[in-house]
Nanobody, 122 residues
Framework: QVQLVESGGGLVQAGGSLRLSCAASGRSINNYAMGWFRQAPGKEREFVAGISWSGGITDYADNVKGRFTISRDNAKNTVYLQMNSLKPEDTAVYYC???????????????WGQGTQVTVSS
């Protein structure tokens, strides 16, 4: 089992930045692809960013490309999402997820965190 705990969310003005962290416990995530998803009120959960188990491959949703950066530190069993130039439409609960081996942009992840709220004011 892998337990995931997100942190770093909060309230920020448009144009600002936040860095989300996802700390994993229970087992090493070295062999796990990791993803960030988000869900805004009244909307479906959507893929935001993903990173392969090695960190060599990353993928982003079109609406965050160039603004968000996903990274991982396997020694710390932690994944990060650096979010810059935030917009009000980025407001959502952000979830971290893990799946063994191959990165995917779908919701087919085995483990999920509880989420952290990000609110961007205009």
């Amino acid at each position: 089992q892998v337990q995931l705990v997100e942190s770093g969310g909060g309230l920020v003005q448009a144009g600002g930045s936040l860095r989300l962290s996802c700390a994993a416990s229970g087992r090493s995530i070295n062999n796990y692809a990791m993803g960030w998803f988000r869900q805004a009120p009244g909307k479906e959960r959507e893929f935001v960013a993903g990173i392969s188990w090695s960190g060599g491959i990353t993928d982003y949703a079109d609406n965050v490309k160039g603004r968000f950066t996903i990274s991982r530190d396997n020694a710390k069993n932690t994944v990060y999402l650096q979010m810059n130039s935030l917009k009000p439409e980025d407001t959502a609960v952000y979830y971290c997820a893990a799946r063994r081996f191959k990165l995917t942009t779908t919701s087919e992840y085995e483990y999920w965190g509880q989420g952290t709220q990000v609110t961007v004011s205009s």
